[in-house]
């Protein structure tokens, strides 16, 4: 029974023994641009752009180095307390709710990248700290993602989310 233990371990370990030598994927947050650029750090590429838009003043986009570990595609939505506050409800998953397509988790109380944004806000302080991309340039990241060996093989959840776990390092900056 050891054996198999160790066995099992060791093949759940090994991605991140092997990925400990590479620097990973980068991803900066301009918050002044409403920008974020992607780079493969190992292969020393840069990876697509996207407009963004960002946190309200009043609920500003934390700063930070985050480390970001999976991909949610058809994410279902709780709304936080300010926004149950304002009268919204939770939604199934879905890559037509509030969050778009995808989200990637960071930083504190369920902050995300997600999808959904619409195109008038780009480029505007608007959320309640969620960066906001549309759709297409967040497949479009996704899509770079999966060709840098980021992503791992998709897991199909019971509530009808989809998970990819990254299996490179991978951070999201933001400044």
Do not use: Y
Not at 62 to 83: C, L, Y
Not at 127 to 140: I, P, T
Not at 151 to 157: D, F, I, N, Q
Request: proline residues 9%.
């Amino acid at each position: 029974m050891h054996r198999v233990c160790a066995v099992v371990a060791a093949l759940c370990l090994a991605p991140l023994l092997c990925a400990s030598g590479d620097p990973g994927i980068h991803l900066d947050l301009d918050l002044e641009r409403f920008e974020l650029r992607a780079r493969d750090l190992r292969a020393d590429r840069e990876g697509p752009s996207l407009r963004v838009a960002i946190g309200s003043p009043a609920h500003p986009t934390p700063e930070g180095s985050f480390p970001v570990h999976v991909v949610v595609r058809n994410p279902r939505w709780t709304p936080g307390e300010t926004a149950r506050d304002r009268g919204a409800r939770q939604r199934p998953a879905s890559s037509d709710g509030p969050l778009g397509i995808a989200k990637i988790s960071f930083g504190p109380e369920g902050i995300a990248l997600h999808g959904g944004a619409r195109p008038l806000l780009i480029g505007k302080p608007v959320s309640l700290g969620c960066v906001r991309a549309l759709d297409a340039d967040l497949e479009a990241l996704l899509a770079w993602l999966d060709a840098a060996g980021a992503l791992g093989p998709p897991r199909a959840a019971e509530d009808g989310e989809v998970h990819q776990s990254f299996q490179r390092r991978t951070r999201i900056v933001v400044h």
